[in-house]
């Protein structure tokens, strides 16, 4: 059902420096709670790896949050997961 599918919904953050993450902060900050989680992945030595965490709690990850997060300098990529 849709709450079910809602409940595992996130996003995966792409960057590949710690300069966007006050701003990717105050964007979900501001796109509110919901029923999404949020990791983000650290790309390193060129992008040829990654590490990933996931942030605690649970986030709006709908269209306007995806496009705002995405619209942060320094962000490399949102998707889907």
């Known amino acids: 059902d849709k709450l ?3 409940a595992n919904e996130g996003l995966r953050i792409f ?3 710690p300069r966007p993450l006050d701003s990717i902060r105050q ?3 501001e796109a ?5 989680y949020v990791n983000l992945v650290m790309l390193i030595d ?3 790896r990654e590490v990933e965490m996931r942030l ?3 986030y709006d990850v709908g269209p ?10 320094g962000v490399v990529d949102v998707q889907e997961c």
């Not at 509110?32 to 999404?36: C, I, N």
């Not at 306007?64 to 300098?73: D, F, I, N, S």
């Open 32 to 36: 509110g709670t919901g029923g999404g």
């Open 56 to 58: 605690p709690g649970q």
């Open 46 to 48: 060129g992008g040829s």
């Open 64 to 73: 306007r949050a995806r496009g705002a997060v995405k619209a942060v300098a």
């Open 15 to 17: 960057i590949d420096a």
């Open 4 to 6: 079910t599918a809602r």
């Open 27 to 29: 964007r979900l900050g």
